[in-house]
């Protein structure tokens, strides 16, 4: 896949707005690393507790096996947001300017 970045100021050159790009890319890329650990830690602190994968756990949660305890909203919570967050780690990382 082929982006094209465009600019509503031709007064800067090709090389600062690319370095401008690839700066934000890469922060957001750090950002998103950041969150995806933080819920992969929530998840992994949920798996010691319950001696389950998250895996596991989000295939009974959805088929309603396992109740209505909070504590289950919050382990699909972070499992829910370690996804999000690892597809736009890997999106972000693998990107190129």
């Keep these: 896949m082929n982006l094209s970045v465009r600019t509503k100021s031709s007064r800067y050159e090709k090389g600062s707005i690319r370095n401008a790009v690839s700066f934000a890319l890469n922060s957001a890329?750090?950002?998103?690393?950041?969150?995806?650990?933080h819920y992969d830690s929530i998840c992994k602190r949920f798996e010691k507790k319950y001696k389950m994968s998250s895996a596991k756990f989000m295939e009974q949660f959805e088929s309603g096996k396992l109740g209505d305890e909070?504590?289950?909203?919050?382990?699909?919570?972070?499992v829910r947001g370690s996804m999000l967050w690892r597809e736009r780690y890997e999106?972000?990382?693998?990107?190129?300017v």
Excluded at 29 to 37: E, H, T, V, W
Excluded at 91 to 96: C, D, F, K, M, T
């Design 91 to 96: 999106i972000l990382s693998g990107v190129s």
């Design 70 to 78: 909070q504590e289950f909203f919050d382990w699909y919570a972070a």
């Design 29 to 37: 890329a750090s950002n998103a690393r950041q969150r995806l650990a």
